[in-house]
């Protein structure tokens, strides 16, 4: 014999609602005097060998079961289900899961509560739509059309037409660079320069400035000092002798000064005179200019280094 087939033994103290037993009297009355008392026991109803679950609705029959769980499966051979016996229920579909109001769709009914309760949503506007959707028609347009003219055009700059045939003549612009120590002046009049030394206020460091800047950046084809960073710093790449060299910046700085106070000089004592611009002090500016070049005298040399960081401003 077994140990499961010995009958058990009967408890001491037993429960009338619940069924509890045990032999321990105190355990007894903890479950007497709990706060939360015991529920009835239920009776267990077994269809076909069948227990169902809190989630499944049994329809006793001798052939057929009807669930709402339709993961259920029968051990008993004789149930039986079909399509028409078995309920399976529908999840929520996206329409009892979108807002009225604004078409938002959630992932939950709680989601959607909170969002209906709070009541801030507006229904969309039709007319800012209509509006983004022209001003993104209008821009593909746009963009088509640009593309067509970048594929289609053609720089001409002559056209030689005939009755019979029409030529098309395309030219490029070369620039020829000039050596930075021999800059183009043709751009550069006697009235310009008496505007620059007005404008400057009659000093001499800051009218230099602008003319350098006139020079040398006024001219695409007199633009060839590039100063250089880095490793390389206290250098510059100029253009001399028809080739790209590198030279210290001080002796690129010392060339330009020399090239402007020179023209400046010139042009400047053009201008003195009553009827051009008063004042003594114009000859004896124009004077100074012509002499400062002389880098090689110990007082004009002295002079020379207050003009550089205006040189270097306007090269920058």
Known sequence: ????ALPKKPFKYNCKDCGYGTNRKWSFDYHINRKKPCKPKENESMVGGIR???N?????SNENV???NSNVTLRNSNATFGSSNVQVLDRPSMKSLTCQTCGVVFLNRQAKYRHVKKAQCKPPDDSKTDENDKLKAEIDELKRTISLQANNQVINNTYNIDNSTTSTTNTTNVINYNNFDSPNFDHITKEMIGEMYLKADRELPRMIG???RKIYKGLPENDTIRFKYGNQAGFAEVRQDDETRILPVSDVLETVLSQTTTLCGRELRKCCGP????????VNHAEELSVLHWGFVPETHA??????????SALL
């Open 1 to 4: 014999m077994t140990l499961e």
């Open 275 to 282: 009827d051009m611009i008063p004042g003594p002090n114009v």
């Open 66 to 68: 009807t669930l709402g």
């Open 210 to 212: 602008n003319a350098v």
């Open 52 to 54: 169902p679950k809190s």
């Open 56 to 60: 499944e609705t049994v329809t006793p």
């Open 303 to 312: 002079k020379r280094q207050g003009y550089f960081k205006f040189v270097k």
